[in-house]
């Protein structure tokens, strides 16, 4: 199974700063890789997907890159909404799993 | 507007059976692969099972191979997930998710979900 690790736990940032989470495979999942965010009590979202595809009706602060095992979600000028839990998931092998999640919170 | 709408979660005891529904509209339900993905209270998602629109393939992780079954009623709109032998682990919220192609890939849209508690 591939673990995958996301870091910080926590993100601290001030409204309209930028946000980079980093989200690492334990081997490679090429650009398998799909970015979700979730908020309190609701379902997650779809962001990104194939590591940099923003999804349908997502704005252009969210941005994602990387390929292989290293990833990252940047978030150019955070807004109030954007302050939530962050998840990646692989689905380039079985099972498909996420990572544990990074909170960006207000700063 | 795509829409998922889960039912059918509450408290069962360990070893117990429970039936997930959920119901889609908004989009050709019969063309579409569905799956159910978990969040148990204050961790992170696991992907549960996925099935495809004419339910000729069909997926599951391992934790749960044997214990859940995954179907659909096209008729309906309405996908399942019956879960039997359920075990304190299996406590979670539980999604219905679109993939979108099978084997699953990413996940999109989510429905709201349904909590199921397996205690005594």
């Known amino acids: 199974e591939i673990v995958m690790t996301q870091s910080p736990a926590t993100l601290s940032v001030s409204p309209g700063e930028r946000a980079t989470l980093s989200c690492r495979a334990s081997?490679?999942?090429?650009?398998?890789l799909a970015w979700y965010q979730q908020k309190p009590g609701q379902a997650p979202r779809l962001l990104i997907s194939g590591a940099s595809t923003r999804a349908t009706g997502i704005p252009a602060r969210f941005s994602g890159s990387g390929s292989g095992t290293e990833f990252t979600l940047t978030i150019s000028s955070l807004q109030s909404e954007d302050f939530a839990v962050y998840y990646c998931?692989?689905?380039?092998?079985?099972?498909?799993?996420f990572g544990q999640g990074t909170k960006v919170e207000i700063k | 507007e795509v829409q998922l709408v889960e039912s059918g979660g509450g408290l069962v005891q360990p070893g117990g059976s429970l039936r997930l529904s959920c119901a889609a509209s908004?989009?050709?339900?019969?063309?579409?692969?569905m799956s159910w993905v978990r969040q148990a209270p204050g961790k992170g998602l696991e992907w549960v099972s996925a099935?495809?629109?004419?339910?000729?393939?069909?997926y599951y992780t391992d934790s749960v191979e044997g214990r859940f079954t995954i179907s659909r009623d096209n008729s309906k709109n309405t996908l399942y997930l019956q879960m039997n032998s359920l075990r304190a682990e299996d406590t979670a919220v539980y999604f219905c998710?679109?993939?979108?192609?099978?084997?699953?890939?990413?996940?999109?849209?989510w429905g709201q979900g349904t909590l199921v508690t397996v205690s005594s």
């Open positions: 099935i495809s629109g004419s339910d000729d393939a069909i």
């Open positions: 908004g989009f050709t339900f019969s063309s579409s692969a």
């Open positions: 081997q490679s999942v090429s650009s398998s």
């Open positions: 998931q692989q689905y380039n092998n079985w099972p498909r799993t």
């Open positions: 998710a679109r993939p979108a192609a099978l084997p699953p890939n990413w996940f999109d849209p």
